[in-house]
């Protein structure tokens, strides 16, 4: 299982971004898909997940403004960023694992076994 997350950069306040996480190695549409968060000196925060069915939860902070979705010909999941904010600031980090193991939280981090390497999201002025 392979996760490459991209898309991130540096961008304004009131600016968008599109998140991609590329998976090799498994059947996307057999796992959830999780995106988290981590600023420095914070603790990591789930931001969105989708599941196999395509259900999705958002973060409260995140809600309204960022959308998760899946094409499953490219074995990508996209996370769309809207109204960005200097709060969103953080590197942003996909996640997989089946949903038997993610089941009890998949919002919560230590559910996860399968990570792809952070891309930063920086959002100022």
């Known amino acids: 299982v392979q996760l490459q997350a991209s898309g991130g950069g540096l961008v304004q306040p009131g600016g968008s971004l599109r998140l991609s996480c590329a998976a090799s190695?498994?059947?996307?549409?057999?796992?959830?898909i999780a995106w988290f968060r981590q600023a420095p000196g914070k603790e990591r925060e789930g931001v969105s997940f989708i599941s196999m069915k395509d259900g999705t939860w958002y973060a409260d902070s995140v809600k309204g403004r960022f959308t998760i979705s899946r094409d499953s010909a490219k074995r990508t999941v996209y996370l769309q960023m809207n109204s960005l904010k200097p709060e969103d600031t953080a590197l942003y980090y996909c996640?997989?694992?089946?949903?038997?193991?993610?089941?009890?939280?998949?919002?919560?981090?230590?559910?996860?076994?399968?990570w792809g390497h952070g891309t930063q999201v920086t959002v100022s002025s």
């Open positions: 190695g498994f059947t996307l549409d057999y796992y959830v």
């Open positions: 996640a997989a694992d089946a949903l038997s193991r993610v089941a009890g939280g998949p919002h919560e981090a230590f559910r996860y076994d399968y």
